[in-house]
Structure formats: C-alpha cells, structure tokens
C-alpha cells in the first residue's frame, strides 16, 4: 500500500516541454488497466453465474475481514466503516515499514520482499483468472471437439492450469527480484494485468458499501501520505538520495526543470517509463472503482453506472496530470476516484430517472 501514488506523483528525468508525450505515456496504462478490469468483471461474473446455476447454494466468497452483519450493532453501516479502517491502518503501517527499511539503506530486502509478493500474487491469480479465462474458451469450443480430445482434456486440465500458474508466478518473482532485469516491457505489462486483476478481485468480494467506503477512506489517506505522511518521506529520501535540485527559484522560465531518475525503482511496485512511473496502487484501485460500476451496472441492468464512472474517473486522471504540471508531488488517487464515484452515483440516479431500474433494487444492493 505504501506505493499507492509513488509513480503517478512524481515526474522522473522529463522536461516540462513534453506534456503531451506524458500524457500520453500517463492515460495509455490506465486505459488498458480499466478496460482488463471490466473484461476479467464480467468473465468473473459470468462464471459466478454458470456455477450458481449449477450450484444453488453457491455463493461468491467474501473477503471482507469484518463482515456487515446487520445485527450488530451500527450495522451494515458499522462493518463496512471498520473494514475500511482496517484498510486504512494497513496502508499507514505498510508506508512506515517500508519508509523506515529504504532509510536504513536495505533495498536489497524489500526488492525481496516485493518480489515473493508478486510470485505468491501471480500464483493465485493464475489459478484464479487462468482456470475462468480456460472454463469459458473451453465451453465455446467444447461442443466441437471430438471426444477423444475432451477426455484429454479433462486428465490434463489441472495439472496444466498449475503448470502454467506456476510460470508465470516465477515470471512474476523475477521481474521483480532481479534488479539488472532489463525487459521493463515485461514488468510494466505484469503490471497492469497486477492492477486489472487485483481491483476486479477486491470489487467482486467486498460488499459494495465496504468498496466504496475503502476507496473513499484511501483517497482521503493518499492525500494525509503524499503531504504529510510516508510516502512523503519516501519521496523526499529518493529525490535526496538522486541529488535532485531543490532551489528551482535560479532557474530562469526558459530553461528546462529536469529531474533525476529516483533510485527507488525496481525494489517498488512501479510502471516505469522515462516519462512517467505510476504506482501499482493507483491501478488497482481504479480498477476496483471501474469493477464495482460494473457490477452495479449489471444489476440495474443499466450501462450508465459503469459508462458516466469510466468517464468522470478519466476526468480526474486528466485534472491530476494537469496539476502535476505545476506541482512536484501530488496524491493519485482523490480525483479520479471521487470523480468516478461522483459520475457512478449519476448514473444510478439516471437509471432510475428513466425507469430502468427502481429504488428498492438500489437499495438493495447495499443490504
């Protein structure tokens, strides 16, 4: 968590000539991040539905630590404030621990320790992600196929969906636990399937109040971390670290402001480019906003949740980089979420303007 605006925050050995190219570099990932969360949402769902069919008890696992139990007291309401809490005190930890391991000079142990994260992470998600992704190329194949193929199929199946978890949970530790790793290609796409697959996956498993308190109480923290808290540490000891300068008041409105690389990179989570570094949490968590809208899209069957959300979360992408323009660090997350948030809230009202769906379905889905 304590990379949460790290890249999207700063800008790394870039003149300010080259906006557009920036922006380029900055709204492209983010764009392919959303679009992979609402693909991997609506295969997930999909397949929640062919196994409730199958199964009538079934239903999707809940990974809310504290669950919203509306017996208790304060409720629903109560259980999601602490979940986000929960998440909260995580990030704020999390920022600490590894502000206090980068001043103590041990990279070499959190590039470790990222490293086993992201083995252990693509691990899952290839199990995950890989057996839903198979299930539903399989079940449009199926009928095709001759029989002799089918019962192959079914010996090898898992053995295979483990086979190729496990690769690409080695592809995962290596990209980022080898430091001269060269194929930054590799890393920043591992990224953003990371963001797409870890955002869709928290949406679809939280209930959609907690979702929206976490994302509300996160951007809240971003904004505490990058002024206040540790990640403003950590960006300050890598721009001190760098040598980069901080008197800019001798430079003449001419001249170029050009930063130095920030030796934090590869040991964080980051998108790199030589434009632009976006942190592993800004996708996930616009993945997450993009995935909720889905799902509420899906059950007012409605597209204006999940289209006006897309739209108002881009614009708050777009408010953030302009600012970034004239500030040296600023928090990824609040625009973009708030605005995403903002225009999800519009939607549902428009849905239920126009009669596509009603209040006590609204309502419902928070209950």
């Known amino acids: 968590m304590s990379d949460l605006t790290q890249g999207a925050s700063q800008l790394d050995s870039i003149s300010i000539d080259d906006s557009r190219a920036r922006f380029r570099a900055f709204i492209k990932p983010i764009v392919i991040v959303l679009v992979l969360a609402i693909i991997l949402s609506l295969l997930t769902l999909d397949y929640y539905n062919i196994l409730q069919d199958t199964f009538p008890d079934f239903t999707p696992p809940d990974i809310s630590p504290i669950p919203e139990n509306p017996e208790d007291p304060g409720g629903i309401a109560w259980g999601a404030f602490l979940n ?87 592809l995962g530790f290596l990209t980022f636990g080898i430091q001269s790793f060269d194929k930054i290609w590799l890393r920043n796409t591992m990224m953003i399937f990371f963001g797409a697959m870890i955002g869709s996956l928290f949406a679809l498993h939280l209930p959609l109040l907690t979702a929206f308190l976490i994302l509300i109480g996160l951007s809240f923290y971003d904004i505490y971390a990058v002024f206040r808290g540790p990640l403003k540490g950590i960006i300050d000891h890598g721009r001190k670290t760098a040598g980069e300068v901080e008197d800019l008041s001798s430079l003449g409105d001419d001249q170029d402001v050009v930063y130095e690389p920030v030796p934090l990179f590869p040991a964080l989570p980051v998108y790199s480019t030589p434009l632009i570094n976006i942190g592993l949490g800004d996708f996930a968590f616009f993945s997450m906003l993009i995935s909720v809208a889905v799902v509420i899209g899906i059950s007012l069957a409605s597209p204006f949740p999940l289209v006006l959300s897309f739209i108002g979360l881009l614009i708050g992408v777009l408010y953030t980089f302009k600012l970034l323009q004239k500030e040296r660090a600023l928090p990824g997350l609040p625009l973009p979420i708030f605005g995403g948030i903002s225009s999800l809230i519009l939607g549902v009202v428009l849905s239920w303007a126009l009669g596509l769906t009603d209040l006590s379905t609204i309502v419902s889905l928070f209950i």
């Open 84 to 170: 986000m809490l929960y998440y909260v005190l995580i990030a704020f930890i999390g920022g600490i621990i590894v502000l206090f391991i980068i001043k103590k000079g041990f990279m070499r142990f959190l590039t470790y320790f990222f490293a086993l994260l992201m083995g252990f992470s693509w691990f899952t998600f290839g199990l995950f992600f890989g057996g839903i992704i198979s299930t539903k190329i399989l079940d449009l194949i199926w009928r095709f196929l001759p029989s002799i193929i089918q019962q192959t199929i079914n010996d090898v199946y898992n053995p295979i969906l483990y086979l190729f978890a496990i690769l690409i949970a080695i």
